[in-house]
């Protein structure tokens, strides 16, 4: 049956012909031809065959009126049909790469192909691959919104090269989705390869040579079983656990992914909690100037107990702090404390506060600090910063700002763990820092390997020619401590002299630190 003949309108104009034979056999069965005959006879002098010729001329314009309505009508429909498609593909496309998007996968309905007549094989295992640009924020900044924007381009269209175009869609920001079909897992691992290679290939915009990294995960999809999305969530898992392992790297997801986002996710809704009710509080450790042996100063280390009294390791909540942006409210808040604890002390004792590299990117940080010590009443010359060398080369522009900002206002700054970052010369030659302070990592190991003490000796050597101090981590024993007082150090701290602690010990070590230095 032609298609018009199925529609509604091709059955109601069906309906309205068969009533129309049916009244045409109806009236020649009981003679109503002849009939009207006799009527237009009959009453021809009252102008009945000028009505009938006037109904009959009607219903022919009614006829033609009909018609035109209809082709109205039809290209008003096709009109409307298309600004339907249009504003479908607007929801379900990426207008910069003009990629499929989120909501397009999220329709997405995968159908069996069978590969034989009976229709049960499926042409092939689906694998779910999520890739995330890594480093994209700062070539963002780098080369301005629209360079990122054709960055972007650029990465689809490399994406789309290796893959089904149909099947790669742009999940937003930097993140993209590939549906890849029959892969082993061999040739899984392959592809993944492959999209890092076409992702890390320099790209050249306005004439800069840009590069950003790719981190993937992928799964396979349980065909039957559940749905796309569900593979793609567990994709994502296995993406942001090879994102922690640094750029470029890929990963199958494994169970074990979903238990540690389970336990991040905990950590994270407790961190907040704890920020909130200011449960987060500095410890101290002391500095010793080893020429006097008394307390210079304490660097204040963050110290978390949680509500099950289980204590939680700075390198794992800042960590969280960082990402999740909750870093700055938590710096000013142990901050604050740490200043009202420092002006308990004497004045020549100063407060060291770590810094964390991702502050660094933060163009208030010295305005900042500056409010959280007027507003505590410590003088900026008792505070010194302590940064690591991973802190510099994020953005080294902003980073000397902030140094020279607190600089000029009489923060002091230490260069923290020196020697275990990259570029450790570069960043002493380039900054001007008070104080650096060697790594405990060296501290360590450097009685047992002669080629690490000559290191350590040249950085105190470096030092003292460069006219900054210096101090040592981590001291633990009695024969370090007098090794790295004949090398000239500086300052130390370790165990060997304290361990960190409570605000409300730290004058009574003053205190008993001052009375052995008296008796010694
Ligand atoms: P860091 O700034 O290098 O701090 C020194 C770390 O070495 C501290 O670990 C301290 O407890 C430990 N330590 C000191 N003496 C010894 C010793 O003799 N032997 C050994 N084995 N370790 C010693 P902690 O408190 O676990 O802090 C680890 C890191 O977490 C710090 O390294 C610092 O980078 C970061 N951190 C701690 N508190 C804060 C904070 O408030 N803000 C920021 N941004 N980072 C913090
Ligand atoms: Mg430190
Ligand atoms: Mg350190």
Request: hydrophobic share 45%.
């Amino acid at each position: 049956m032609p298609v018009f003949f199925r529609s509604r309108a091709g059955r109601q104009c069906l309906s309205v012909i068969a009533l129309g034979v049916t009244l045409w056999i109806a009236g020649a069965t009981l003679g109503f031809s002849d009939w009207l005959a006799a009527f237009v006879t009959d009453f021809a002098r009252y102008g009945a065959d000028k009505l009938i010729l006037a109904l009959g001329i009607g219903g022919a314009m009614s006829f033609v009126y009909s018609v035109l309505r209809i082709v109205d009508l039809r290209s008003e429909m096709e009109l409307r049909a298309r600004a339907q498609a249009k504003a479908d593909w607007t929801a379900t496309h990426d207008h910069l790469t003009k990629l499929p998007n989120r909501y397009a996968f999220e329709r997405k309905v995968l159908r069996r192909k069978p590969t034989d007549d009976d229709g049960e094989e499926w042409a092939g295992n689906v694998t779910v691959f999520c890739v995330d640009l890594d480093g994209f924020k700062k070539v963002n900044d780098l080369i301005g919104h629209n360079g990122g924007d054709a960055l972007l381009v650029e990465v689809s269209k490399r994406i789309c090269a290796i893959g089904n175009a149909d099947c790669v869609y742009r999940f937003g920001g930097d993140e993209f989705l590939i549906l890849a079909i029959g892969l082993s897992s061999a040739a899984e691992e392959r592809f993944a390869r492959l999209l890092i290679q076409a992702v890390t290939r320099p790209i050249l915009i306005n004439g800069f040579a840009v590069e950003v990294g790719a981190s993937i995960g992928y799964d396979r999809w349980a065909e039957d079983s559940e749905q796309l999305e569900a593979t793609a969530h567990r994709a994502d898992l296995a993406m942001y656990e090879a994102k922690s392992r640094g750029p470029n790297h890929y990963l199958a997801f494994e169970e074990t992914m979903r238990d540690k986002v389970a336990t991040r996710a905990s950590l994270e809704a407790k961190l907040r909690v704890a920020i909130q009710k200011k449960a987060i509080r500095p410890f101290y450790q002391p500095l010793i100037d080893l020429r006097t042996g008394g307390v210079c100063g304490f660097e204040a280390l963050a110290r978390w107990t949680d509500e099950e009294g289980v204590s939680i390791p700075p390198i794992v909540f800042i960590a969280i702090a960082e990402e999740t942006g909750l870093i700055t409210a938590l710096f000013e808040d142990l901050l604050a404390q740490a200043c009202r604890d420092a002006l308990t002390w004497q004045d020549s004792i100063t407060l060291s506060f770590n810094v964390s590299p991702v502050q660094m990117e933060d163009k208030l940080l010295a305005a900042r600090i500056l409010k959280v010590l007027s507003a505590n009443g410590l003088p900026p010359q008792r505070l010194e910063i302590e940064i690591t060398e991973n802190a510099l080369i994020q953005d080294p522009a902003s980073a000397a700002a902030i140094l020279d900002d607190l600089h000029e206002a009489g923060v002091q700054v230490a260069l923290d763990d020196f020697g275990t970052g990259y570029s450790s010369l570069e960043q002493l030659a380039r900054y001007r820092f008070d104080k650096i302070k060697i790594d405990k990592s060296f501290i360590a190991t450097y009685r047992d390997d002669e080629r690490q003490e000559k290191i350590v000796r040249a950085m105190f050597g470096l030092g003292r020619s460069l006219n900054i101090a210096t101090t040592a981590e981590g001291i633990e024993e009695h024969r370090q401590l007098s090794n790295l007082i004949q090398l000239g150090c500086d300052i130390g701290q370790g165990y060997l002299f304290g361990k960190p602690m409570p605000a409300e010990e730290t004058c009574a070590f003053v205190s008993n630190q001052t009375a052995i230095k008296v008796a010694g």
